[in-house]
């Protein structure tokens, strides 16, 4: 296992980008009077995520970085149930992409637990 040395090396900072690029492609086939909307939101929350894994990480404190990936756990979740809201008013072209992009969120969830259980296990 390779050495932390920046956030960068985290597999959840990793696949934080990852949601993010898959969610801008996925939001780009949405109509164009959402793009200040739905859209815009969608948008903010997927970059949420690894930004605030990335701010956390800078805190240099166990307790700080905890509660920002706890707000990235936050930020998955709302990009979660915007996308089922983009999926319900048939905002949503690629099938594929959308299965995939869901794939994602679940895989990210289950890691920034699985993370933050690390984290609080340190700290005792």
């Known amino acids: 296992m390779s050495e932390i040395k920046s956030y960068k090396d985290l597999?959840?900072?990793q696949k934080g980008i990852e949601i993010v690029?898959?969610?801008y492609k996925l939001v780009s086939n949405f109509p164009k009077d959402e793009l200040y909307a739905l859209s815009s939101q969608i948008k903010r929350?997927?970059?949420s995520i690894p930004s605030n894994i990335a701010e956390g990480y800078g805190r240099q404190s166990t307790q700080s970085y905890m509660q920002?990936?706890?707000i990235a756990r936050g930020s998955l979740c709302e990009l979660e149930t915007q996308l089922l809201v983009a999926k319900k008013l048939?905002?949503?072209k690629d099938e594929k992409l959308f299965l995939e992009l869901s794939s994602q969120i679940i895989e990210e969830s289950k890691m920034?637990?699985?993370f933050l259980n690390k984290l609080e296990s340190s700290k005792q």
């Open 21 to 23: 690029c898959m969610t």
């Open 90 to 92: 048939d905002f949503i």
């Open 68 to 70: 920002f990936i706890k």
């Open 112 to 114: 920034l637990n699985s």
């Open 45 to 47: 929350s997927s970059v």
């Open 11 to 13: 597999l959840i900072w």
